[in-house]
């Protein structure tokens, strides 16, 4: 079974997750292919993750909101993003992505500081034809007063001649690292995928079953159908930390970078519930 990586610092251990998925990596889960030889330099992408990164989580994650260079203050998640495509070599994906992570930030209570780290980084295969390293994103928040809180999340991250291609937290069965393909109920994003086919297609009380009975607002869900109708162009993006429940967070983000819902996703239990962020 999948796993995707996990690691909380002190004061707990180390903690690694499962993915609901039986079986080994088929449909929703891939290989990637060989690592190219020599194996490229990771620093350069490393870094560049490690600035879009800390960018967004001090733009969004904390009180004061300073610190930044490349994301203006009280910028809204779609300009913050941008700002970073302006400045940063960023694809399609990644700035996704990065909506994604701004968005997270900014549903929590903010801290009065974050460091994010990139560290680690290490060349396991190649994706779609680009180098593919997995690494470790170390976040550390401070509380003023408070506690000092670490989390550790590992990710893979393609690149191309310095943009940055693809990022997604990394799954893993046994040794074996595995990419989540977004296909079939194996995976979140392939779940979510299902569930916005079975909004396209007006399948309410299909996706009343679905999520369990929380979803059974049909104008709601006219709403969300009007929205991705609108949005031929939107990316699946699965956050590497579970939700106090344990069920997995996803976030659909359209082409222009604007985060439209979020769903909570139980794979083992074949469940996905929408929640409106727009």
Same mark, same amino acid.
């Given at each position: 079974?999948p796993?995707?990586?996990?690691r909380?610092?002190?004061?707990l251990?180390?903690?690694? /997750?499962?993915?609901? /998925?039986?079986?080994c990596a088929?449909?929703?889960?891939?290989?990637?292919?060989?690592?190219?030889?020599? $194996?490229?330099?990771?620093?350069?992408?490393?870094?560049?993750?490690t600035?879009?990164?800390?960018?967004?989580?001090?733009?969004f994650?904390?009180?004061?909101?300073q610190?930044?260079?490349?994301?203006a203050?009280d910028?809204s998640?779609?300009?913050?993003v941008?700002?970073l495509?302006a400045q940063?070599q960023l694809s399609?994906q990644?700035?996704?992505?990065?909506?994604a992570?701004?968005?997270d930030?900014a549903d929590?209570?903010?801290? $009065?500081?974050v460091?994010?780290q990139?560290q680690?980084?290490?060349v396991v295969g190649?994706?779609r034809?680009?180098?593919?390293?997995?690494?470790?994103?170390?976040?550390?928040?401070t509380?003023d007063p408070?506690p000092?809180?670490?989390?550790e999340?590992?990710y893979?991250?393609s690149?191309?001649?310095?943009t940055?291609?693809?990022?997604?937290p990394l799954?893993?069965q046994d040794q074996t690292?595995l990419?989540d393909?977004g296909i079939?109920?194996?995976?979140?994003t392939?779940?979510?995928d299902?569930?916005?086919? /079975?909004v396209?297609q007006?399948r309410?009380?299909a996706?009343?079953?679905f999520?369990?009975?929380?979803?059974?607002?049909?104008?709601e869900?006219?709403?969300?159908?009007?929205?991705?109708?609108?949005?031929?162009?939107?990316?699946l993006?699965?956050?590497?930390?579970?939700?106090?429940?344990g069920?997995r967070?996803?976030y659909?983000?359209t082409g222009i970078?604007?985060?439209?819902?979020q769903?909570?996703?139980?794979?083992?239990?074949?469940?996905?519930v929408f929640?409106?962020?727009?």
């Amino acid at each position: 079974m999948p796993r995707l990586g996990l690691r909380v610092g002190a004061p707990l251990g180390a903690v690694l /997750l499962a993915v609901g /998925l039986a079986g080994c990596a088929t449909e929703s889960y891939r290989e990637p292919d060989p690592a190219p030889e020599p $194996a490229p330099s990771v620093s350069g992408a490393s870094a560049e993750l490690t600035e879009l990164l800390s960018e967004i989580a001090t733009a969004f994650g904390t009180q004061e909101q300073q610190g930044n260079e490349l994301i203006a203050p009280d910028s809204s998640v779609q300009v913050a993003v941008a700002d970073l495509r302006a400045q940063l070599q960023l694809s399609d994906q990644v700035a996704a992505v990065a909506a994604a992570w701004a968005q997270d930030w900014a549903d929590r209570d903010p801290v $009065a500081e974050v460091d994010v780290q990139v560290q680690g980084a290490r060349v396991v295969g190649s994706w779609r034809g680009n180098p593919l390293a997995q690494a470790t994103v170390a976040v550390t928040t401070t509380e003023d007063p408070g506690p000092t809180a670490e989390h550790e999340y590992e990710y893979l991250v393609s690149w191309r001649s310095g943009t940055l291609e693809y990022l997604a937290p990394l799954a893993r069965q046994d040794q074996t690292v595995l990419v989540d393909a977004g296909i079939g109920l194996g995976s979140s994003t392939g779940s979510v995928d299902r569930f916005l086919d /079975l909004v396209r297609q007006s399948r309410w009380a299909a996706l009343a079953h679905f999520s369990a009975g929380a979803n059974s607002d049909r104008t709601e869900l006219e709403v969300l159908q009007s929205v991705i109708e609108a949005s031929p162009e939107l990316h699946l993006v699965e956050m590497p930390a579970p939700t106090d429940g344990g069920a997995r967070r996803v976030y659909a983000v359209t082409g222009i970078d604007q985060v439209v819902a979020q769903f909570s996703v139980d794979v083992a239990e074949r469940t996905v519930v929408f929640q409106r962020t727009v």
